[in-house]
T-cell receptor
Framework: GNSVTQMEGPVTLSEEAFLTINCTYT??????LFWYVQYPGEGLQLLLK?????DKGSNKGFEATYRKETTSFHLEKGSVQVSDSAVYFC??????????????????FGKGTLLTVNP | KAGVTQTPRYLIKTRGQQVTLSCSPI?????VSWYQQTPGQGLQFLFE???????NKGNFPGRFSGRQFSNSRSEMNVSTLELGDSALYLC?????????????FGPGTRLTVL
């Protein structure tokens, strides 16, 4: 089945530090990869996505590259801000053959990584 | 445009009761998915509805059920509540569902079972 493994937190950084949150995946079919962010008391927001190998997703200074050879989609940001403090989720959605049965469009999430950025 | 709305935001119930949660999607979105979020298990997929039909289902017991109305609004129901059902329940909507359609999440309903 499909699974996502991301580095466990919490991660605590000082403002302007470099951020990396590792994410690796196992999937059948041809997955799309996503990073979602959840701010305190809110639902999840899509941060960035990549739909095929070597694609780079980017948004708000965050980047992640779809690496098929290493089955990875690590999240990076060159200079974090206090406002980036949140929980970050790596996720995948794989397109399976029509006759596979069961769930073929659901998002499979990692456990989430809590990031705290101190001033 | 208005985002995904979930009601109520907070619920407290006791074991054995049942509960109904509601999700109103973004206008034009026809796919609604439900997720359960707990500290121990993280985010787990419950089911997806599209055009009033359940299209996908996760690995949850039959106590968890849902439906979708003709205006794409969706409800999920949990019967015979157990302590372990305490969680944040999130719904996510998209235009058509599928792996490439961005899902927009609501703020969630926090269910506490005592």
């Amino acid at each position: 089945g499909n699974s996502v493994t991301q580095m466990e937190g919490p991660v605590t950084l000082s403002e302007e530090a470099f951020l990396t949150i590792n994410c690796t995946y196992t999937a059948t079919g041809y997955p799309s990869l996503f990073w979602y962010v959840q701010y305190p008391g809110e639902g999840l927001q899509l941060l960035l996505k990549a739909t095929k190998a070597d694609d780079k997703g980017s948004n708000k200074g965050f980047e992640a590259t779809y690496r098929k050879e290493t089955t990875s989609f690590h999240l990076e940001k060159g200079s974090v801000q206090v406002s980036d403090s949140a929980v970050y989720f790596c996720a995948l959605s794989a397109l399976l053959p029509q006759n596979s049965g069961g769930s073929n469009y659901k998002l499979t999430f990692g456990k989430g990584t809590l990031l705290t950025v101190n001033p | 445009k208005a985002g995904v709305t979930q009601t109520p935001r907070y619920l407290i119930k006791t074991r054995g009761q049942q509960v109904t949660l509601s999700c109103s999607p973004i206008s034009g979105h026809r796919s609604v998915s439900w997720y359960q979020q707990t500290p121990g298990q993280g985010l787990q997929f419950l089911f997806e509805y599209f055009s009033e039909t359940q299209r996908n289902k996760g690995n949850f017991p039959g106590r968890f059920s849902g439906r979708q109305f003709s205006n794409s609004r969706s409800e999920m129901n949990v019967s015979t509540l157990e302590l372990g059902d305490s969680a944040l329940y999130l719904c996510a909507t998209s235009l058509r569902g599928g792996p490439y359609n961005e899902q927009f999440f609501g703020p969630g309903t926090r269910l506490t079972v005592l």
